[in-house]
């Protein structure tokens, strides 16, 4: 080959001098993308509404997310960092593995100080996100093959998947609970139990409705009220629009009389948590067959100084006020009319 063939194809001095330079300016514009990308992140899920189970679950998986950017972003960082001149690459990853799994479980940590709870499913997700950025990092590194590339890409995105799965789960509960609907609760299905709950002092079971029950075949709720200030049964999470409708409904059997009325509250999501803001209703219960009804127009002008909002309907509470001696009862067939 002539000499000046060889010179030709030589790499000039100068280009060789702009590699280092071109490759810290890609790594900075890198940087920038994923801090804008991160903030960006950060700021719609804390804006994000959380009314429903889905959009709690939602935002909830959301830290797998946040920390996965947060992560290449820190990694980033330090790449770009004096340190990195210092540490190899394999330190770098552990490091910022490390920081940013340090900083979740501390924010966890310090949630009761501003009035919230610390959740260990919170920390799985920032586990989840952090390795997934990890395993990012690795496929990226200079001289991985690409069927490794590719394996390790699978990794990551079922690392994230992974977080995917409750908010999936809840938005087909609330297929299922959409089309249950105009019925509130029948308690035919194991999913409606995501909407019920009892407080100290009460208990409740899903059985087979009883026998002196006549013309139930199916199932009920079993509500026990034992001992406590105000033990009883919370109803949550149930479709929130009752606009189009008139009137709850509410199947309640009662075997014996009971020693008192039991006491019905029902809110909307701008509930202040005051006893004027809400329906107050006391139900005189006989042994047999009581079919409740409640007025959509009496529930829509209960609050004080407003009207309840019934396209944002959040819970219906029936309880004893310190119950004289515990008493059963059997619930079935919320719905609306």
Request: contains cysteine; charged residues 20%.
């Amino acid at each position: 080959m002539p000499e000046s063939a060889l010179k030709g194809s030589e790499v000039s001095p100068q280009t060789k001098k702009m590699k280092p330079g071109n490759s810290s300016l890609k790594r900075v514009a890198e940087l920038v993308l994923l801090f804008l990308a991160l903030s960006a992140s950060v700021v719609y899920f804390n804006l994000m509404d959380t009314e429903s189970l889905y959009q709690k679950s939602l935002r909830d998986s959301s830290h797998a997310w946040v920390f996965f950017l947060g992560t290449c972003t820190l990694i980033q960082l330090l790449r770009i960092s004096p340190i990195a001149k210092s540490r190899a690459s394999g330190s770098l990853l552990a490091l910022a593995f490390t920081s940013a799994l340090l900083t979740g479980i501390s924010i966890e940590i310090l949630q009761p100080l501003v009035g919230r709870s610390a959740s260990f499913l919170d920390i799985w997700y920032d586990l989840l996100g952090t390795s997934a950025a990890v395993v990012l990092h690795l496929a990226r590194k200079t001289g991985t093959t690409w069927a490794k590339r590719a394996w390790l890409g699978l990794g990551v995105l079922g690392l994230l998947l992974i977080s995917a799965i409750q908010p999936l789960y809840y938005l087909k509960f609330e297929r299922l609970r959409a089309e249950l609907f105009p019925v509130l609760f029948n308690f035919e299905h194991d999913w409606e139990r995501e909407m019920f709950n009892t407080n100290q002092g009460a208990h409740h079971s899903v059985i087979d409705a009883p026998s002196e029950w006549q013309g139930n075949t199916g199932k009920v709720l079993r509500l026990d009220i034992n001992s406590g200030s105000y033990p009883g049964l919370r109803l949550q999470h149930f479709e929130a629009d009752w606009r189009q409708y008139r009137t709850l409904a509410i199947d309640i059997f009662v075997k014996k009389a009971l020693p008192q009325p039991l006491n019905l509250r029902i809110n909307d999501a701008s509930h202040n948590q005051k006893y004027a803001d809400r329906l107050n209703k006391k139900l005189n219960l006989h042994p047999g067959m009581n079919k409740v009804f409640i007025d959509l127009n009496q529930l829509l002008s209960a609050p004080a100084g407003r009207e309840m909002d019934l396209s944002r309907m959040q819970k219906i509470i029936l309880f004893s006020q310190q119950p004289e001696r515990p008493f059963s009862l059997y619930i079935d067939n919320i719905r609306l009319h």
